[in-house]
T-cell receptor, first 114, second 112 residues
Framework: DGGITQSPKYLFRKEGQNVTLSCEQN?????MYWYRQDPGQGLRLIYY???????QKGDIAEGYSVSREKKESFPLTVTSAQKNPTAFYLC?????????????FGPGTRLTVT | RKEVEQDPGPFNVPEGATVAFNCTYS??????FFWYRQDCRKEPKLLMS?????NEDGRFTAQLNRASQYISLLIRDSKLSDSATYLC?????????????WGAGTKLIIKP
């Protein structure tokens, strides 16, 4: 079955630690996206990548970093510089480089930092 | 004014009723519009794309009004399983980067 996997589902970290969230897709999609969702709020775009070895900042990139070394993988690192990292993180992909198509989402990772 | 706004609800609606909600957007150059459905603590799933000519899929109808800058979603003959949060997303381009702006969602509760 094709889809997007995110691991782990729940992640707990101490303040001051960097943490990397995994996102893998086997849909052969060109573009991938990272969002965070806070309670009662819409999704906010962190980073997106339209092709391998290229990515652009979204609206809230500060305190995050990404890489896109392979088409199927787009890991997100939440650094200690991110002031409020506790959130629900969602990874998505679109078939073509442009985001004007349907986005397919992974099941998300809930990160709690204490 | 927020870039994309939705009435948060909740909309409490009896089973079988018709319900409609809107999503307003501020960027007149926006290119694409979608409705997604999100169940509690799950990922969003595409419900419908929204076109100027309107889009109907069974009990669901989506419309785009570019002049007034809003999209709408109409659900007819509502089912208990329609209970969810409905998110709109507006996609445009600015300074060679894409903008994907999501509304905060409208919570719908269908009561038996």
């Amino acid at each position: 079955d094709g889809g997007i996997t995110q691991s782990p589902k729940y992640l707990f970290r101490k303040e001051g630690q960097n943490v990397t969230l995994s996102c893998e897709q086997n849909l052969n999609h060109d573009a991938m996206y990272w969002y965070r969702q806070d309670p009662g709020q819409g999704l906010r775009l962190i980073y997106y990548s339209q092709i391998v070895n290229d990515f652009q900042k979204g609206d809230i990139a500060e305190g995050y970093s990404v890489s896109r070394e392979k088409k199927e993988s787009f890991p997100l690192t939440v650094t200690s510089a991110q002031k409020n990292p506790t959130a629900f993180y969602l990874c998505a992909s679109t078939p073509m480089p442009s985001p004007v198509y349907e986005q397919y989402f992974g099941p998300g990772t809930r990160l709690t930092v204490t | 004014r927020k870039e994309v706004e939705q009435d948060p609800g909740p909309f409490n609606v009896p089973e079988g009723a018709t319900v409609a909600f809107n999503c307003t957007y501020s960027n007149s150059a926006s290119q694409s519009f979608f409705w997604y459905r999100q169940d509690c603590r799950k990922e969003p799933k595409l419900l419908m794309s929204v076109y100027s000519s309107g889009n109907e899929d069974g009990r669901f109808t989506a419309q785009l009004n570019r002049a007034s800058q809003y999209i709408s979603l109409l659900i007819r003959d509502s089912k208990l399983s329609d209970s969810a949060t409905y998110l709109c997303v507006v996609i445009g381009a600015m300074d060679s980067n894409y903008q994907l702006i999501w509304g905060a969602g409208t919570k719908l509760i269908i009561k038996p």
